[in-house]
């Protein structure tokens, strides 16, 4: 009897997958070969396949699940909303879309004040950098090499993510990228002790060379993350904004990943004490329930397009239902203290990985702020050469063992040239961090046998 029941949940299984398979495609991926993990259910930090097996999962899915998997006040949110009134053009108002307005102006630094809705980070990244050009009159943006900021072509474009590559023959024009502030293998060989902040007059070298009546804005992450969590030094943002002012370019925050509590502040830029013009947010708004984004602008760029047309729509922007949601999971991060849990946890993980390097000697860095952090491995300490060469898949067999070990032992998160992701949802406990840690220690032993 129990034989013919797994065999009936055996099939199940192989069917959905072969489903997905045969008539969908996958992001970022060669679609032959593929084994994505068959997700029956998901509570809390975990996933559940239909085998029954169970994943932590250490990188909040595509670290916007902040808030955890399966929160039934979304759902009961969402279900109301849709009774009510699920979709009307964005000519029209909902209580939904004020409220939730009126929350992103109060949680918001200075005077950030009204939101345009969009469906996702790319697109909301497409639009700031519109509204920059079109309040401007300018052209240029200024954006980081190691930086991801959508997939759609404006943001494609305005990151230097190495994903754009195959794709970058129809770049749209005028993006001019910087070197990154990457302290760990600075571009210009300083040491802490050295530093004099290379990297920002850099960047402000090349808006000279560039003239800087041709530069709309500076767009940055809040806090760096899928390019490795590069943290920003103390002054930088600041050292932005200056330059910014000088020059009357905009400054714009993409907190599309580092939003919403994920750096231990409600922004990334908030850990600076700096206010940028644009803050674009996605992912964490609705804590990836439901799809939506958006973008806020301060009282000065609201007030230029009073009595001139704000030349931006999209059909479903401040969709109601996706407004309801964004609204319930912002109550949630407030109500369970979501952001006190992530600076604590956080704090632990920064403990519990120092431990780590004692007995890991392939661990060369691990960058963190809350639980925005990447570990960063390399054959040897003193001279950081990476544990496989950085965008070179078929060079990256180590890191695919760990990865595959990884998933083994039960945890779903990000691995990518020598980088894994520890980003887990807010609501992390010490007990779980210490059963993904203790996941990731195994699969990192794999990694110390190349060390040199
Ligand atoms: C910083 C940043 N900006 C923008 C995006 C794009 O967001 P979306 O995938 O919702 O278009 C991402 C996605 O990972 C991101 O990390």
């Not at 309801?324 to 006190?340: M, P, R, T």
Request: charged share 25%.
């Amino acid at each position: 009897m129990l034989k013919e029941i797994n065999k009936i949940a055996q099939a199940e299984n192989d069917a959905i997958i072969k489903t997905n398979l045969d008539y969908t495609l996958f992001s970022w991926s060669k679609q032959a070969g593929l084994n994505p993990i068959n997700v029956r259910r998901a509570e809390g930090v975990y996933l559940y396949d239909y085998d029954g097996k169970r994943y932590i999962d250490f990188s909040s899915q595509l670290m916007n699940v902040n808030i955890g998997h399966g929160h039934p006040k979304v759902a009961e949110a969402v279900y109301k909303q849709m009774r009510e009134v699920s979709y009307v053009t964005p000519g029209c108002t909902t209580k939904a879309r004020g409220d939730l307005g009126k929350k992103l102006a109060e949680i918001t630094p200075g005077t950030l004040t009204k939101t345009f809705f969009t469906l996702g980070g790319a697109e909301a990244n497409e639009n700031a950098i519109k509204l920059a050009r079109l309040y401007t009159g300018r052209h240029k943006i200024i954006t980081k090499y190691r930086a991801f900021h959508g997939a759609s072509y404006a943001s494609m474009s305005a990151g230097g993510d190495p994903r754009k590559v195959p794709a970058d023959a129809q770049q749209a024009p005028n993006f001019v990228h910087v070197e990154d502030p990457f302290c760990y293998r600075c571009p210009w060989s300083q040491k802490i002790e050295s530093c004099h902040y290379e990297c920002a007059s850099h960047v402000e070298r090349v808006i000279e060379f560039e003239g800087p009546e041709t530069v709309a804005a500076i767009l940055m992450e809040g806090e760096s993350g899928s390019s490795g969590c590069i943290k920003y030094p103390p002054n930088y943002w600041k050292r932005m904004r200056e330059i910014c002012d000088k020059h009357g370019i905009l400054l714009i925050a993409d907190e599309v990943m580092s939003g919403f509590g994920r750096t231990g502040k409600w922004f990334g830029i908030d850990n600076f004490g700096v206010e940028p013009d644009i803050l674009v947010m996605a992912k964490g708004i609705t804590a990836g329930y439901i799809p939506l984004g958006g973008l806020i602008v301060s009282e000065k760029i609201a007030a230029a397009f009073n009595d001139k047309p704000l030349m931006l729509g999209l059909t479903y922007s401040a969709h109601a239902v996706a407004c309801a949601a964004a609204n319930a999971v912002i109550k949630i991060y407030e109500d369970e203290n979501l952001i006190e849990n992530t600076v604590n946890m956080g704090r632990y993980v920064e403990e519990r990985v120092e431990e780590l390097k004692k007995i890991h000697p392939s661990i060369g860095d691990f960058r963190n702020t809350g639980l925005l952090g990447c570990i960063e491995l390399v054959k040897n300490r003193d001279t950081k050469e990476p544990m496989v060469p950085w965008n070179k898949p078929a060079e990256g067999a180590i890191m695919n063992e760990v990865a595959a070990k990884i998933r083994e032992l039960g945890m779903y998160t990000f691995v990518r040239w020598n980088y894994i992701f520890i980003a887990p949802p807010l609501c992390v406990t010490k007990e779980q961090i210490d059963e993904g840690l203790d996941i990731i220690s195994q699969a990192i032993s794999i990694a110390d046998k190349h060390c040199n």
